[in-house]
Structures are given as C-alpha cells and as structure tokens.
C-alpha cells in the first residue's frame, strides 16, 4: 500500500520487526558540545540562548576574551575516534542496533551536509565523515545503525526568522532540514530515524507527514526503517513509529503501542563532561534494573553515552557497557526477541520482572532471595513444569502453593560480604 502524507495513514504502518526484537541500542551525543565539555550538550543555549551566569564564567575562565561558540569547531578534533572499536564495544555491550547524533541543535553536522557550509565535520573540526565512518563499522559488526537528527537549530538566522513569523514562513525548513534529513536517508540508508527538536512547531511547519510518507514509500529503506515520535509539538505519544514520549520516559503499566526508553550512563548530561564524578554514573544494578523493567513493559533500552572531544569512550562508560554486555551474555534469552507476559511484575513486589517467548516464561528477580527460595504467586504450574535458572546447568526444584504460585528452590549461593551482582532470571516451562 501507498502511505499518504496524513497521520491516519502513516500510523498504520506496521513497524518492521527487527526493532521489537532487537531490544537494547546504545545512543551517542558527540558534537561540538564535546569540547567545552561541561554541563550538558545544551552548553551554547545555556550560555548565549539564556545568558547563564556559571556559563558565562566558565567561558571567561578557560577560553580567549571574545571566543564565540564557533571557536570550538576546530577543537573538535576525534584524533583518537577509532569506529572498528566503538563497534566492537556496543556489540560486547549486548546492543542490536546504535543512534548516533548526526546533528544536535546547534546545528553542526557530523557529515559533510551540502547545506551547512563550513559548520560541518568534514569542513572543519575533525575533516572527517563521521556517520559514514560509524555506519560502516557498524555494518560490518551486523548492528543496526540509527540517527539522531535535531529539525531545529538555536540560533540559525533562517530558523529564527521563521520563528519570527510565528511558523506562518518555512524557509529553514525548505532550505536546511529537509535537504539535510533527504541527504541523509539517500546517502547513509538509516535503519532508524530519531528525530528530535521538534517542539516549537507544528508538524505542518516541520513538512514531516511529507517527508515520512516519501521514507516508506519510496525511499532506498522503505521497508526497514524506524522512526520515533518526535514530529512536531503534539506528535509525541501519539504519533510516527515507536514512542519515546519523553527523555528517561518510564510507564508504570503495560502501554498498547511499542516504545523505547532513552536513559544516559551520566546521570546528569548526554554529552561528555570533563567534570563527570563518579557517583553520578548509573552503576550496574540501576542500568540491569531499568532495562529489566523496560522490557517487561515492552520498550526498548537505548542506554547513552558522550564520547569526549577526541572520540574517547571514557574507561568507566566502557566498563559499564561491558558489565550489560556480560549480564545479557548470561540472561538476553530473556531479553531478545521476548514479548510482554500476561502479567509484567509480581503484585508483591517490584523486584520480580517477567518476560515471555511463545510458551515459555521468563521471571527476572532483581534481589537474591535470603533463603535462596523465590516465590512466585503469578505462574500457575502444571506436573510437567520445568524450571532452569539461566547460566546455571541443570534443573530447580519447586513446589506448588495452591492458589499462591510456585515456591522455587535457587542453588546454593557462596556466603560473600559483597552483595551478589544483580538480576537473575529463571525460565518456567509448562506454566500458564
């Protein structure tokens, strides 16, 4: 079927599969933001958009009197930007597919766009493709390749003076962003489209039903390619592809239509900073427990890192990465390709997660039991019920309660005073 440029239409397109099963993304905000490094990626808004006082200083403190935002392009060097490696890390990460920021809302792009002379990575800065870099190393590592891309940019004259007009003019629109997402779409063959910025103006502004009926119609990824919500103001939550609703966006009950979940290793920023400390790095069991809960409720984890100015992925985002990497080695059969179960966490408790593929069951306990006993009260077992408990050989014990589930009986746990990693997930066979 044609899709016509209306919601009605775009909104009916099935969403290719892939995405569903693929479950957990990296996403990654690097630009020229990455190189005064400090506070977020929203650094020229905070500094010159809203005259923020500790921005003002900080540029004071660090840069020449008279440095303008654009003085950071060339800084923006990626001597040490290695793809082969960032590709081998997210796939050791566990993630099927990565989103890289093509362009944020400073505007600058991080490929040679026709229509962004000279603020562009191949013009200055790095003189380098980086989204043609990335999506190759990402093709040869089998990962899906997604890009961010921002409709707005803070200080574009074209951008403002459409503002100006209070929408009623699109000549930003005519001029940069649709050549630019066309050119990207044409040149790079995305698997997904994040599209963000939006929240100005209206779809209509914005040209997306457009543009979005062209990208399933006729374009060279028409049959594969994603897009989130993020269309114009209004569009989030209801429509375009999967819904990301809102950063970090978490539903306390199972939504009806396929979302994701955007959440960042630095708890206070997406892109690098140089002033990051530790304990505002989600640790290992904050990250397990969002992408446990993410999926049970059926999203998708798209878990951010900022590489710095350089292209360095700092050690501590490597290592947790890793750690992900590690725990989905143990337990993605539970993760990939797995659907909502009838229920999605223990009424009792919020520590008991649960996945399903087909017949088989998946509980995800995020605390050892003390006892090395679990109780379930949600399956209702049957005699030829079988429970394995994932990276563990053999079978488990388990008896039935009635009317209360099933009481299993976990290997024995070497006593440790350090508390045991987190998350462990069982597979019950033969229950309902």
Same mark, same amino acid.
């Given at each position: 079927?044609?899709?016509?440029? /209306?919601?009605?239409?775009?909104?009916?397109?099935?969403?290719?599969?892939?995405?569903?099963?693929?479950?957990?993304?990296?996403?990654?905000?690097? #630009?020229?933001?990455?190189?005064?490094?400090?506070?977020?990626?929203?650094?020229?808004?905070?500094?010159?958009?809203?005259?923020?006082?500790?921005?003002?200083?900080?540029?004071?403190?660090?840069?020449?009197?008279?440095?303008?935002?654009? /003085?950071?392009?060339?800084?923006?060097?990626?001597?040490?930007?290695?793809?082969?490696?960032?590709?081998?890390?997210?796939?050791?990460?566990?993630?099927?597919?990565?989103?890289?920021?093509?362009?944020?809302?400073?505007?600058?792009?991080?490929?040679?766009?026709?229509?962004?002379?000279?603020?562009?990575?191949?013009?200055?800065?790095?003189?380098? =493709?980086?989204? #043609?870099?990335? #999506?190759?190393?990402?093709?040869?590592?089998?990962?899906?390749?997604?890009?961010?891309?921002?409709?707005?940019?803070?200080?574009?004259?074209?951008?403002?003076? =459409?503002?100006? !007009?209070?929408?009623?003019?699109?000549?930003?629109?005519?001029?940069?962003?649709?050549?630019?997402?066309?050119?990207?779409?044409?040149?790079?063959?995305? /698997?997904?489209?994040? !599209?963000?910025?939006?929240?100005?103006?209206?779809?209509?502004?914005?040209?997306?039903?457009?543009?979005?009926?062209?990208?399933?119609? =006729?374009?060279?990824?028409?049959?594969?390619?994603?897009?989130?919500?993020?269309?114009?103001?209004?569009?989030?939550?209801?429509?375009?592809?999967?819904?990301?609703?809102?950063?970090?966006?978490?539903?306390?009950?199972?939504?009806?239509?396929?979302?994701?979940?955007?959440?960042?290793? =630095?708890?206070?920023?997406?892109?690098?900073?140089?002033?990051?400390?530790?304990?505002?790095?989600?640790?290992?069991?904050?990250?397990?427990?969002?992408?446990?809960?993410?999926?049970?409720?059926?999203?998708?984890?798209?878990?951010?890192?900022?590489?710095?100015?350089? #292209?360095?992925?700092?050690?501590?985002?490597?290592?947790?990465?890793?750690?992900?990497?590690?725990?989905?080695?143990?337990?993605?059969?539970?993760?990939?390709?797995?659907?909502?179960?009838?229920?999605?966490?223990?009424? +009792?408790?919020?520590?008991?997660?649960? +996945?399903?593929?087909?017949?088989?069951?998946?509980?995800?306990?995020?605390?050892?039991?003390?006892?090395?006993?679990?109780?379930? !009260?949600?399956?209702?077992?049957?005699?030829? +019920?079988?429970?394995?408990?994932?990276?563990?050989?053999?079978?488990?014990?388990?008896?039935?309660?009635?009317?209360?589930?099933?009481?299993?009986?976990?290997?024995?746990?070497?006593?440790?005073?350090?508390?045991?990693?987190?998350?462990?997930?069982?597979?019950?066979?033969?229950?309902?």
């Amino acid at each position: 079927p044609r899709y016509r440029p /209306d919601w009605a239409s775009l909104d009916a397109r099935p969403l290719p599969a892939w995405f569903d099963q693929a479950k957990v993304g990296v996403f990654v905000h690097w #630009g020229v933001f990455s190189v005064p490094a400090w506070g977020s990626e929203w650094f020229w808004w905070h500094w010159q958009g809203q005259h923020d006082a500790a921005y003002e200083r900080f540029v004071r403190r660090r840069f020449p009197p008279g440095t303008t935002y654009a /003085d950071f392009a060339p800084r923006f060097t990626a001597h040490d930007f290695q793809p082969r490696q960032w590709a081998q890390l997210f796939q050791r990460a566990g993630a099927r597919y990565v989103v890289l920021t093509a362009k944020h809302h400073e505007g600058f792009t991080n490929w040679g766009s026709p229509v962004s002379w000279n603020w562009n990575s191949v013009d200055t800065g790095p003189h380098r =493709d980086l989204v #043609g870099e990335l #999506g190759e190393a990402l093709r040869e590592s089998n990962l899906r390749y997604g890009l961010y891309h921002s409709l707005m940019e803070w200080f574009n004259p074209l951008y403002l003076a =459409d503002k100006q !007009s209070d929408f009623k003019t699109q000549s930003f629109v005519l001029k940069k962003t649709m050549p630019e997402l066309y050119d990207l779409v044409l040149k790079y063959k995305p /698997d997904l489209i994040w !599209s963000d910025g939006d929240w100005e103006a209206p779809d209509s502004y914005w040209n997306s039903t457009s543009f979005l009926a062209w990208l399933y119609n =006729d374009s060279p990824v028409k049959d594969t390619v994603v897009v989130n919500d993020r269309w114009g103001r209004g569009c989030s939550c209801h429509h375009g592809g999967f819904y990301n609703c809102a950063d970090k966006y978490r539903p306390g009950t199972l939504p009806d239509h396929k979302w994701e979940m955007c959440s960042s290793l =630095d708890r206070l920023s997406w892109g690098y900073r140089s002033n990051m400390s530790l304990a505002e790095v989600m640790d290992e069991m904050s990250m397990i427990e969002e992408l446990v809960q993410t999926v049970s409720l059926g999203g998708n984890y798209l878990l951010n890192v900022g590489p710095t100015k350089e #292209g360095v992925i700092v050690p501590i985002f490597q290592e947790r990465l890793l750690a992900l990497g590690r725990w989905l080695d143990t337990n993605g059969e539970a993760i990939y390709e797995s659907q909502p179960w009838r229920v999605q966490m223990e009424n +009792t408790t919020d520590t008991v997660w649960y +996945t399903s593929k087909g017949p088989v069951v998946f509980a995800i306990f995020l605390l050892w039991p003390l006892d090395s006993v679990l109780h379930l !009260s949600s399956p209702i077992p049957s005699p030829g +019920t079988q429970v394995t408990l994932l990276g563990f050989g053999g079978t488990l014990e388990w008896q039935e309660q009635p009317g209360k589930g099933m009481l299993i009986t976990l290997p024995y746990m070497l006593p440790s005073p350090l508390p045991p990693q987190s998350g462990w997930a069982v597979k019950l066979e033969g229950v309902k």
